[in-house]
């Protein structure tokens, strides 16, 4: 059973740093991807980063370019997701994810709890 595991959101000020860990279990190869997302109060879910468990090829949304960066530990089955220089349209809850795509959301299978990232100004 694959389970994933997200953590580390909080409440920061403007321009503050945070780093989130997301811990996977159950996935017996690489051949996978690790996406965060984002949903904000009344919105869509959006993607944020992704990276290729395997070989480590990333990808940003232009929103989080330059601040953010995206990593993963194959040792630990952990991915992280760097913030730094935080802004308070960046506050959301962050979900991690692993599944075949990049960018959509129904390219991936299984999904962390959720951890909420408050950023004020």
């Known amino acids: 059973q694959v389970q994933l595991v997200d953590s580390g959101g909080g409440l920061v000020q403007a321009g503050d740093s945070l780093r989130l860990s997301c811990a996977v279990s159950?996935?017996?190869?690489?051949?996978?991807?690790m996406g965060w997302f984002r949903q904000a109060p009344g919105k869509e879910q959006m993607f944020v980063a992704a990276?290729?468990?395997?070989?480590?090829?990333?990808a940003y949304a232009d929103s989080v370019k330059g601040r953010f960066t995206i990593a993963r530990d194959g040792a630990k089955n952990t991915g992280y997701l760097q913030m730094n220089n935080l802004k308070p349209e960046d506050t959301a809850v962050y979900y991690c994810?692993?599944?075949?795509?990049?960018?959509?959301?129904?390219?991936?299978?299984?999904w962390g709890q959720g951890t909420q990232v408050t950023v004020s100004s």
């Open positions: 159950g996935l017996t190869h690489s051949d996978y991807a």
């Open positions: 990276t290729h468990w395997g070989d480590g090829s990333t």
């Open positions: 994810a692993v599944g075949s795509g990049t960018y959509d959301t129904d390219d991936y299978d299984y």
